[in-house]
Every structure is written in C-alpha cells, then in structure tokens.
C-alpha cells in the first residue's frame, strides 16, 4: 500500500498519523501545504479543508482518528488494548487529546494577563483529567498505545515550550504523573523523529509571534 501524508509543520493531529506510522514501521511520503494558501487539489481531497489527509493507494481519508483506526486495521498489530472496555477508553480520549491540545494552545498564546488567566482554568481542567487518567491506568505510562498517540503532540510541546522560551506550563506538584509522561514521550523516537528539523523552533516562533503574554514575560526575566 503506498501511503502519503498531506501535512503542515505545526499542526499536532498530523503528527498523531505520523507518530503511529512511525510506531508501525510502515514507510510513507509527506507533502506539505500551506494552510492559508491551500492549493486546489487539496481543497478537493479535503472535506473540511483541515490536514491530516493520508492518499492511502490514491484514495482520500482524513480526520486524525479516523486515520489511525485505518491504520490499525491495515496494518497491525492494533494500538488499542485487547479489553473492550479499554479500547473504548482509549477511543473516548481522542476528544480529551484535542481538549488538551487547545487548551494549551490558548495559554501559550494568550495575549494579556486577563486572557492568561481565564485559559490558564481551562488549561487546568484538562489536565487533572490526564492526570486521574493516568492514575486509573487509562493513559497507563508503561506503555505506548492509541491514547498515547492522541495526547503525544500535546505532550512534546511542554518540553519544546521548556526548552525554547523557557516557560514551566506543567506544575510537577500538582501533575507529577503527566510531567513525566511528558518527559518520557519527549525522548520517544517516533515523536521527536516525525516533526520537521526546525518544529520546536518554528513553534517557539509563532507563538511570539501571537503575542504571548507568557513568552513575553519569561523574555522579560531571561
């Protein structure tokens, strides 16, 4: 099967099909676009005019998650968990994934103290649910499954956000279980290998460029 990723650089649910594709061991092309620039071809190829969409032997599929259940089925083994209940679980969280990835987007882009205060209660909220989730065994840390892929993207970018503007947006204290997933998924392989060369700064950049009112701030005290 030939298999190709339409992507763009930053976009986290790209890299979800990227990370799984990587997990598998099953080779693929990418293709870059300009979202704000979209050519016709992929207007064409994309319902919602949203990347990811993987041309699986020509043909269009998109949506991140519907993207990983056909990689599953196409090529196993599965990266859901053999218990039914768990399985579901894990499918469940696709929508907590995206919760968490807009949640930190907002924050991190937030353009005043007001602003950053009113995200940074969302922020929180999501994550004491990865928390308990990986407290319950849900996101169990021992092992790299489907939840693991969803929440992954979200997960590289606190350390990103650590290294390259130097701000600590996870609370070890009150999040020790998701600091260290954090950390752990931040040296997986198939996470740090299917991003572009310049992702981390790239990302840096445009937050700044949004205005970051915490980016600004730890400019500030650098």
């Known amino acids: 099967m030939t298999l190709e990723l339409i992507s763009h650089k930053l976009c986290p649910y790209v890299h979800r099909a990227a990370i799984l594709l990587h997990e598998k061991g099953v080779p693929f092309t990418r293709r870059e676009i300009d979202l704000k620039n979209k050519p016709d071809w992929f207007v064409k190829l994309s319902p919602h005019g949203k990347v990811p969409v993987l041309l699986a032997d020509g043909v269009a599929l998109f949506e991140s998650s519907a993207i990983c259940e056909f990689l599953d ?40 103290a007001p602003e950053l205060d009113r995200t940074a209660v ?77 992702y981390a700064a790239a990302l840096c950049r445009r937050i700044v460029d949004r205005g970051s009112f915490l980016a600004a701030k730890a400019a500030r005290q650098a």
Do not use: K
Request: proline share 9%; aromatic share 6%; charged share 20%.
């Open 73 to 112: 089925e196409t090529h196993p083994p599965s990266s859901l968990p053999d218990d039914p209940f768990a399985r579901a679980h894990q499918r469940a969280w696709a929508e907590g994934a995206t919760e968490l990835s807009q949640a930190l987007w907002n924050l991190l882009i937030a353009p005043s």
């Open 122 to 198: 969302g922020f929180a909220a999501i994550a004491d649910r990865v928390e308990q989730a990986i407290a319950a065994g849900v996101v169990a840390p021992e092992r790299f499954e489907r939840v693991h892929v969803y929440l992954a993207p979200s997960l590289l970018r606190f350390s990103i956000v650590e290294q390259g503007l130097r701000l600590q947006v996870l609370d070890a204290r009150r999040w020790p279980r998701m600091d260290a997933l954090a950390r752990a998924i931040a040296a997986r392989p198939s996470v740090t290998q299917t991003v572009p060369e310049d």
